[in-house]
């Protein structure tokens, strides 16, 4: 009943607009550029309306107060784990990420479970695909040193696979194939995800009490950025985040998301339900599922098994990208993982409710492409009409002439009905904050919340032309298959260089350039009107390098602006991971540069020698043409240094037990100064 709701309140409001447009238009529709102008708007309409109306339920369902439906009401009866003898994994896959921030992340989990008295009933688990040498080291003595720190080498474990099928989704299935029997749930971390130990628990709780669910999911809170942009984008996931997903929670129920991280999972029907094939042709659109994360929800829900959406569990997080170059990286792979989804839109079995998502996830990208060519028919429309000669008796034997004529006050009624259906929700955000004086203490204050939410409007208005532009050439690129590489994400504070930033935004700037060159010439009233369109594209590349600085976004926060709870009243996990990553940063201090790498350190420093050593488990055959290779190779580093080799070659003596064992035994034999310099000995 609800979801059949939000279809009528969608086609209602979309068939008003569209019949606005039609009345607005010189020839009110009767021409073929104007049919396909309203046609297209009909199409933006109807997604931005869907916006609208999930972020109402949402709102109702924050009013009340009261969820029946809300998975978190399992918590109203404990559950002894300790008794039910219940096992979870904590999965962790890694793939080339910042190593000293993710094992922070997870010894700051591992602390805060202890703390719950349940932390015997997990373990954790890293699943490496990372193939850059230095920090496959790296990882191999972060892993060691968080045993060490914690005392959990029985109870953290480490792997890194050697081939890396199906990136993150192939790592997972690993897990499940070798250990996937022990647990019950897995619990799936992103790098960056960190959550409260007594979160954690309720996850597995709200499991145990009920049977039939198969995934729960979190709403991770935007946690940690420091950038311009990055306080933005967190400061709006707080402040209109619990509207958007309180209203997904309304219309979805148990047929939700499942996003990929920060998320409980029952092992069992998952191995059984969502081993992902292979789809036929080439990439992008074939080939391995990208965005395997919607795909393995729809799945587990076809078996029959429920997705809950816990939109009021407190104690999850995640990090945001640093700048808007990273951000729309990240959007470039997940562009052409969504669009891989038309592939399985009528999939056999799929519960509407998912194929909806899987069209929602499609349209995430997908309608800036509507967005350009609205705008594209548009400014053909107002060109033709400016050398159009007008038409007064199109039609024979008609009394009265025909009149183009442009209704100004229907045009801003239809322009002000827009803005009503894409601010309202955010102002409706801040005005249930307001209602709570102490959670607009946990953004500062009421007078600091409301000049940070008017600042945030601003921004958003400037950064939707310049993701417009950007999605829709993916969207291009995607469909003309062009395939994306699906690397790591950067996600420390790094900021954009002019050149980069160039390099990216030149082509957009010259379009913004000629296109308002052109309405200039020939329509200056359009001109005029789409000056918020173009004036930010237009400027896309200071607009990206100052929102990528940091000491912007710092200074910001000194005044108050962009705060969120967790910077008022800092959660102890969000705490205690600042202490240890301001201690691992003094801990490098002084380490002679050679040792920067891990690759050095594998080769001179005997314990990790001996660690790497070890988690080789096992000697490889190879052929003697390999070994000698191998043996040439770890000459030339010895002769030249550890920089003569490239990380392919690296990568190769790292996994030859033989070699290393040997290479460290001459390292310490070297009594060259010059070399012993290179390597960092004493």
């Not at 002894?80 to 989990?109: K, Q, S």
């Not at 002439?401 to 239809?414: E, R």
């Not at 009233?525 to 789409?530: G, H, L, R, T």
Request: proline residues 5%; glycine residues 8%; charged residues 20%.
């Amino acid at each position: 009943m609800r979801r059949w709701l939000l279809v009528l309140c969608i086609l209602i409001t979309t068939g008003i607009a569209v019949l606005h447009m039609y009345a607005i238009l010189p020839h009110h529709g009767t021409t073929n550029l104007e049919r396909a102008i309203t046609i297209v708007f009909g199409g933006l309409f109807a997604w931005i309306s869907i916006g609208f109306w999930e972020a109402m339920a949402g709102l109702l369902s924050l009013v009340r107060r009261s969820d029946r439906f809300a998975i978190t009401r399992a918590l109203n009866k404990e559950v002894a784990l300790r008794e039910r003898a219940v096992r979870t994994a904590i999965l962790v896959p890694i793939c080339n990420e910042d190593v000293a921030r993710v094992f922070a992340g997870l010894r700051v989990t591992y602390e805060s479970l202890e703390k719950t008295g349940q932390l015997e009933q997990f373990d954790f688990y890293v699943l490496s695909d990372t193939q850059n040498p230095d920090a496959w080291v790296d990882e191999e003595i972060a892993w060691a040193e968080l045993c060490e720190s914690v005392e959990g080498f029985n109870r953290v474990f480490y792997r890194r696979r050697r081939v890396n099928l199906k990136r993150k989704s192939g790592n997972i299935a690993d897990f499940c194939r070798r250990w996937g029997s022990s647990y019950k749930y897995m619990i799936v971390f992103d790098a960056d995800s960190v959550m409260a130990g007594s979160s954690l628990v309720a996850l597995v709780t709200m499991m145990e009490q009920r049977p039939k669910v198969g995934i729960i999911q979190t709403c991770p809170m935007a946690v940690n950025r420091e950038t311009l942009i990055g306080r933005v984008g967190q400061f709006a996931n707080h402040l209109y985040g619990p509207i958007f997903t309180a209203g997904l929670h309304f219309l979805q129920l148990g047929d939700s998301h499942y996003w990929g991280h920060n998320a409980i999972i029952r092992v069992a029907p998952f191995i059984k339900h969502c081993a992902l094939p292979k789809l036929s042709g080439r990439p992008p659109f074939g080939g391995d599922i990208l965005s395997h994360d919607f795909v393995e929800a729809a799945l587990m829900r076809r078996a029959g098994w429920e997705i809950w959406l816990a939109y009021d569990l407190d104690g999850s997080y995640e990090e945001m990208p640093p700048t808007l170059l990273n951000e729309l990286k990240r959007d470039r792979r997940w562009c052409q993982g969504n669009l891989q989804h038309l592939r399985m839109l009528f999939g056999k079995g799929i519960f509407p409710a998912h194929r909806a998502l899987f069209l929602h996830g499609i349209m995430a990208y997908g309608s800036a492409l509507l967005w350009v060519l609205f705008l594209g028919l548009s400014t053909a429309l107002a060109i033709t009409e400016s050398f159009r000669l007008p038409d007064y008796f199109p039609a024979d034997r008609v009394l009265f002439p025909t009149w183009p004529v442009w209704h100004l006050q229907w045009a801003l009624t239809l322009l002000i009905t827009t803005a009503v259906i894409l601010f309202l929700p955010k102002v409706s955000s801040v005005a249930i904050v307001i209602a709570k004086q102490r959670r607009a203490r946990d953004f500062g204050g009421v007078m600091r919340l409301l000049a940070s939410f008017v600042a945030e409007v601003l921004f958003a208005t400037l950064f939707s032309p310049i993701r417009m532009f950007f999605h829709s050439k993916f969207v291009l690129m995607t469909l003309l298959g062009r395939q994306t590489s699906w690397g790591s994400q950067q996600r420390g504070d790094r900021e954009t260089g002019w050149s980069e930033a160039l390099r990216l935004h030149g082509p957009g700037t010259v379009v913004a350039l000629v296109w308002a060159a052109v309405l200039f010439v020939y329509n200056r009233s359009f001109f005029w009107w789409n000056i918020p369109v173009f004036t930010p594209l237009g400027l896309s590349i200071p607009l990206s390098v100052w929102s990528s600085r940091a000491t912007i976004g710092r200074a910001l926060r000194r005044r108050g602006l962009f705060l969120i709870p967790e910077e008022v009243a800092p959660a102890p996990e969000l705490l205690d991971l600042g202490n240890i990553l301001r201690k691992n940063e003094e801990s490098t201090v002084g380490l002679p540069s050679a040792w920067q790498n891990g690759f050095s350190r594998a080769v001179v420093d005997p314990r990790i020698n001996a660690l790497h050593l070890d988690l080789l488990r096992h000697k490889r055959k190879v052929s003697e043409g390999v070994a000698r290779r191998r043996q040439g190779l770890g000459d030339k580093a010895l002769r030249d240094g550890p920089e003569s080799l490239s990380a392919a070659e690296k990568r190769e003596l790292l996994y030859d037990p033989a070699v290393m064992r040997d290479l460290h035994k001459k390292v310490w034999e070297i009594t060259d100064p010059r070399l012993a310099g290179i390597w960092g000995l004493p």
